[in-house]
C-alpha cells in the first residue's frame, strides 16, 4: 500500500481505468469529475464517488488536497486543469499525453511548473509495457540501439467519425500518434538531425496524411519512420542490434530476429499486469509514486514538441 493519496481529475474511460490500478494499489484516492453525467456513469463502472462539477468549483470549496495528482481529461483540457492545480498546491502531477492541445499551452504550463516548482511528467503509459522492459533489457546487454524504424498509421476511416473538440484532430500526430514516435526515441534516445518529408492531407487533418522521414538521435542511432493515414497500416518499431533486430508488431509483444535467421521468434514476457490492467499503466502509476525513472518529464515533452511539428507538417500556432 502507498502512503499518499491521490486527486484523480477525470470520470471518463482513462480514469476508470487509472482507479482500477489505484484500487489495486491500496491508495486513497478522490475522484472529480465535469457533468453529474459522466460522474454518474464513473459510479456505474466503479461503484466510486466522483465528485461532479470539474476541477475549478472543486478548488473552490477549499479542500485538504493531497501531494499528487493525474490528470485524465480531454485533451484541451489537459493543460488548463493541470495548471489549476499547480496554482492551487499540488506540486506532483502525472497528466495524460500529449499534455496540451498546443505547444503555447504546453509552454505555458512550463513555465506555471518551473514558477511554482512543480514536478509534471506526461503520461506515455507504452514507455512502461512488459514489452518494452525486455527490450531494454536486451538493448543493454546488445550495447545500445544500432538503428531503429518505425511506423506510427493511423485509422482515418475511424478517426474521422469521431467526435472532437476543435483542434484536437487537426493535431492528432501529437495527441495520438506519439505513443510510437515517443517510444521509438524513449528507446534510441532524442534525434539532433532530422529530415522530414510530407504530403497530401485530410478533411480532418488538413497538414499532411503521408510522413516519411529519417535522422540521427543523441546516442548515435540512425532512425527511419513511414505513416500513410490514407492507406491500411498499423502501429510498429523495430529496433535493430548487433545480434538481434527487436519488433514490437503490436506494441504489447516483442518479438526478435537472430543473426542469420529470417523467421521472428516470440519472447515469452512478465505481461501479467499488462493482461490485468490497461497495458503499461499499472508500472507507470508505480513508478509515478515511488520515483520518476522512465517517465517523461514536461521539459522533455516540452523539447520534443517542435520536432513532433516537423514531422507532422505543422503550423506555428499547433
Not at 493511423?154 to 467526435?163: G, Q
Request: proline share 5%.
Amino acid at each position: 500500500m502507498h502512503s499518499q493519496s491521490v486527486l484523480l481529475v477525470g470520470s471518463g474511460p482513462m480514469a476508470v481505468d487509472y482507479w482500477n490500478v489505484l484500487t489495486a494499489m491500496s491508495v486513497p484516492i478522490t475522484v472529480v469529475g465535469r457533468s453529474e453525467a459522466s460522474a454518474a456513469r464513473f459510479q456505474e463502472k466503479t461503484g466510486a464517488e466522483c465528485v461532479a462539477g470539474g476541477i475549478e468549483n472543486y478548488l473552490a470549496t477549499a479542500p485538504v488536497l493531497p501531494e499528487v495528482a493525474i490528470v485524465a481529461v480531454t485533451v484541451e483540457q489537459l493543460a488548463p486543469v493541470a495548471r489549476a492545480l499547480i496554482d492551487a498546491g499540488v506540486l506532483r502531477l502525472l497528466v495524460e499525453k500529449p499534455g496540451a492541445l498546443n505547444e503555447a499551452a504546453l509552454t505555458q504550463l512550463a513555465e506555471t511548473a518551473r514558477a511554482r516548482g512543480a514536478q509534471v511528467y506526461i503520461a506515455y503509459n507504452r514507455r512502461f509495457y512488459a514489452s518494452v522492459i525486455e527490450a531494454r533489457r536486451i538493448i543493454a546487454e546488445e550495447g545500445g540501439v544500432r538503428s531503429l524504424t518505425f511506423e506510427f498509421n493511423e485509422w482515418s476511416h475511424i478517426i474521422e467519425r469521431i467526435p472532437k473538440a476543435p483542434g484536437v484532430k487537426e493535431n492528432w500526430l501529437v495527441g495520438n500518434s506519439t505513443h510510437v514516435i515517443d517510444l521509438a526515441f524513449h528507446l534510441a534516445g532524442s534525434p539532433t538531425e532530422l529530415y522530414a518529408l510530407t504530403s497530401g492531407g485530410l478533411a480532418w487533418h488538413p497538414s499532411a496524411s503521408t510522413f516519411v522521414g529519417a535522422g540521427r538521435t543523441e546516442s548515435g542511432a540512425l532512425f527511419s519512420y513511414h505513416a500513410n493515414w490514407a492507406a491500411p497500416g498499423r502501429w510498429g518499431v523495430e529496433v535493430l542490434l548487433p545480434s538481434k533486430r527487436l519488433i514490437f508488431r503490436p506494441l504489447e509483444g516483442l518479438q526478435y530476429i537472430s543473426l542469420g535467421k529470417v523467421a521472428p521468434v516470440e519472447i515469452e514476457l512478465d505481461d501479467a499486469l499488462d493482461k490485468q490492467f490497461k497495458p503499461g499503466l499499472y508500472r507507470q502509476v508505480e513508478v509515478m509514486l515511488d520515483g520518476d525513472v522512465g517517465l517523461c518529464t514536461l521539459d522533455e515533452q516540452l523539447a520534443n514538441w517542435p520536432i513532433y511539428k516537423r514531422i507532422a507538417n505543422y503550423g506555428s500556432d499547433q
